[in-house]
C-alpha cells in the first residue's frame, strides 16, 4: 500500500435492525403462519460483516449510515462492544435507521426483507477515506451502487486487496467488477453477474462461490476448481451465516494468510454462525473458529 494502513479490514456497506421471527415453517405467498418467538437484533450485511471479521481477530473500521433514532443507538452500541471503528459511520437525524424484516423456520431456513432507511442515503464522499484506510476493503450491495463503485476504487488506489460479496443478488456494472480482486457470490449471484469465467476475465483473481451447507468452491484462472468443504455442526438459524464468512475470510486475508487456509477459517465461521439464533449474535470469535478447525483435523 502506498501507506501504512490504519486497520486491517475495512467493511463500507448498511447497518439495520433485525426484526426476526420464529415459525414452524415459512409462508408462502398469500398465506399467514402463526410465529413461535419474536426478537431483534443488530443487522444489516455491512454491519454484520465488520463485527465477524472484528470477532475473527481483524483491526476493523465500518463505514456506514444509519438514521437519529433508537434503532440507532442499538446498532453503535453493538460496534462499541465489538470494537469497531465507526469514524466513518454517518449519522442521519432525519433518516430512519435501516430494518430487515426475518422470518426462520424450525428447519433453520430463513426469508428476508430488507428496507434501506438510511443506508440508501449514503454517499460515495462518506467512504472513500474509509476505504482507502486498510489492508482489505469488504463492501455488499445493500449500499447504492455508486459508493459500492467508489469505495472498490479508493481501496484500489491505495493498494489494498478488495473484496465484494454480490448480495443481494443483481446485475452490476462492468466498471465496479473491474475493481474487484476477489469476488464472493452464492449460486444464483454468480450466474446474475455472468459467470465464473466472466468475472475471472474482469480481473478477479478469485471467485469463491458459497454453496450453503455444501461448503465453498475457489475458482482460479488456470487451476482445478477446488472444493472448501462444510464444516458438520447442528444449525439452528442460518441467519447471518454467510456474513459470518466473508468477515472471517477478510480478517484472515488481512494477516496474509494463504487463500485456502483463509477458507477454511471462513467455512468454521459460517458453521458456528448456524448454531445460535440472530445475525450478530452467531458471529464466532477467532478462539471458537480456531477450535472447530482443530476438532475437524
Known sequence: M?????????????????????????????????GSSYAEFAGGKGLNQAVAASRAGALTAFAGAVGGDDAARQLIAVMDADSVDRSALVVLPDAPTGRALIGVSASGENSI?????????????????????????????????????????????????TILNPAPASRIDEDTLALCDIVIPNEHEVQLLGGVTTLLDFGASAVVITLGSRGAMLCRSGQPVLAIPAMSVEAIDTTGAGDAFCGAFAAAMSRDVDIVDALRFASAAGALATTVRGAVPSLPHREAIEALLTNAE
Open 113 to 161: 426483507i430488507v428496507v434501506p432507511g438510511a443506508n440508501g442515503e449514503l454517499r460515495v464522499n462518506d467512504v472513500r477515506a474509509a476505504a482507502a484506510s486498510a489492508r482489505v476493503l469488504l463492501v455488499q450491495r445493500e449500499v447504492p451502487a455508486a459508493v459500492v463503485r467508489e469505495a472498490l476504487a479508493a481501496a484500489k488506489r491505495a493498494g489494498a486487496l
Open 2 to 34: 502506498s501507506e501504512q494502513p490504519t486497520f486491517d479490514v475495512c467493511v463500507v456497506g448498511s447497518a439495520n435492525l433485525d426484526l426476526v421471527a420464529t415459525t414452524d415453517r415459512l409462508p408462502g405467498p398469500g398465506e399467514t403462519v402463526m
